[in-house]
């Protein structure tokens, strides 16, 4: 019996399970992938690393920003603005944006690769969880759901609304995500003069939505390496394509004709990766969504509220509070959480 079960190891979920964790509760976090930090993901391949989620932080509030000033103190994110001036900080993660997530899963109980297949409320008044791989079941006290809506909803509907309430679920299917697709494409080393620029932003436009050379983020890059990033229409275009290589060359016959950088669409590898709730076209409004049953479960994430790793750290607060009311009222570390790292 675990006092609190944490479904999503992404940024949500893991500041929440920090918080209860920190205040003594008894937490487990259980994570469908093989990594934590959800869209801040970094993908190993061909000898280096590189980011096909989140490619930087752009800290707004106090707490986020105090928070990257901490990572920043730690060597674990970089300014990657600096060399142009004027520009608004934003910052990278040279070993890739996933040692962020690392970072703040320290002395967690975090369960990879195992995709929760069922929930159910039992007759003794616990919450059961079902895991796909092993069958095993879960039982805890409380339930925390840090996944997108619409995955929380394929999950907790069969539930039902005697269960759940009415409102609930209704509020759940109302979230609606646009969807990315994420090309990374290595390059010979040396070959081709570089260009002036770190990143590039598209601006409404039907093929692209941004492009970065990522291999700038990285302590003595062997090759170059560069990321794009799909509009929402055309991912949603390609979404069920079963081969990904050519749009993924469609988006480098693009960049490379719209920057005019001819070789660019001829990567020496390519590998591309479908993001099928990449941001929140209608999110929630509040920082979390909280069902009316017996047991308390609390829904957040980048959809509650706002719709980037900031807004997923505020919400991620807010969960570990609703939850914190409903079972013992304990003393949570609130902001003070990160001085456990400091």
């Known amino acids: 019996m675990n006092d609190v079960v944490i479904i999503g190891a992404g940024i949500a979920g893991l500041v929440c399970a920090q918080q209860l964790?920190?205040?003594?509760?008894?937490?487990?976090?259980?994570?469908?992938?093989?990594?934590?930090?959800?869209?801040m993901a970094t993908r190993r391949l061909h000898g280096t690393w590189a980011d096909h989620g989140a490619c930087y932080l752009k800290p707004k509030g106090e707490l986020f920003t105090s928070f990257v000033e901490l990572l920043c103190d730690r060597h674990i994110l970089e300014n990657w603005s600096e060399l142009q001036p004027n520009a608004?900080?934003?910052?990278?993660?040279?070993?890739?944006?996933s040692a962020i997530a690392k970072f703040i899963a320290q002395n967690l109980n975090i369960l990879l690769n195992q995709r929760v297949t069922e929930v159910n409320l039992t007759s003794a008044k616990n919450w059961r969880l079902t895991l796909e791989s092993s069958?095993?079941?879960?039982?805890?006290?409380?339930?925390?759901?840090?996944?997108?809506?619409?995955?929380?909803?394929?999950?907790?509907?069969?539930?039902?609304?005697?269960?759940?309430?009415?409102?609930?679920?209704?509020?759940?299917?109302?979230?609606?995500?646009?969807?990315?697709?994420?090309?990374?494409?290595?390059?010979?080393?040396?070959?081709?003069?570089?260009?002036n620029w770190r990143a590039s932003s598209f601006v409404d436009d039907a093929i692209l939505g941004w492009i970065g050379l990522d291999s700038s983020k990285r302590p003595q890059p062997?090759?170059?390496?560069?990321?794009?990033?799909?509009?929402?229409?055309?991912?949603?275009?390609?979404?069920?394509?079963?081969?990904?290589?050519?749009?993924?060359?469609e988006m480098l016959?693009?960049?490379?004709?719209?920057?005019?950088?001819?070789?660019?669409?001829?990567?020496?590898?390519?590998?591309?990766?479908?993001?099928?709730?990449?941001?929140?076209?209608?999110?929630?409004?509040?920082?979390?969504?909280?069902?009316?049953?017996?047991?308390?479960?609390?829904?957040?994430?980048?959809?509650?509220?706002?719709?980037?790793?900031?807004?997923?750290?505020?919400?991620?607060?807010?969960?570990?509070?609703?939850?914190?009311?409903y079972l013992k009222q304990l003393v949570l570390p609130g902001e003070n959480f990160l001085k456990v790292f400091a």
């Open 21 to 39: 964790s920190q205040a003594g509760y008894s937490v487990l976090v259980v994570e469908k992938s093989r990594g934590l930090g959800g869209r």
């Open 88 to 97: 608004t900080p934003r910052y990278v993660a040279p070993a890739g944006m």
């Open 135 to 195: 069958n095993e079941e879960l039982t805890a006290q409380a339930l925390v759901i840090a996944i997108p809506a619409p995955q929380a909803a394929m999950l907790l509907t069969p539930l039902g609304e005697a269960v759940l309430g009415k409102q609930f679920l209704t509020d759940l299917s109302s979230v609606e995500y646009y969807p990315c697709m994420s090309a990374i494409a290595g390059y010979p080393p040396s070959f081709h003069p570089l260009p």
């Open 222 to 249: 062997q090759q170059p390496v560069f990321v794009l990033q799909s509009s929402a229409n055309f991912a949603q275009l390609h979404l069920e394509a079963s081969d990904l290589q050519p749009i993924g060359h």
């Open 253 to 325: 016959k693009y960049a490379a004709q719209t920057l005019e950088i001819p070789w660019l669409e001829i990567p020496e590898w390519l590998q591309v990766h479908r993001w099928r709730y990449a941001f929140p076209s209608n999110p929630w409004q509040d920082k979390v969504l909280s069902a009316k049953a017996e047991l308390p479960l609390v829904c957040c994430g980048d959809w509650c509220g706002g719709n980037l790793v900031e807004g997923a750290m505020l919400s991620g607060l807010a969960a570990s509070v609703e939850i914190n009311n």
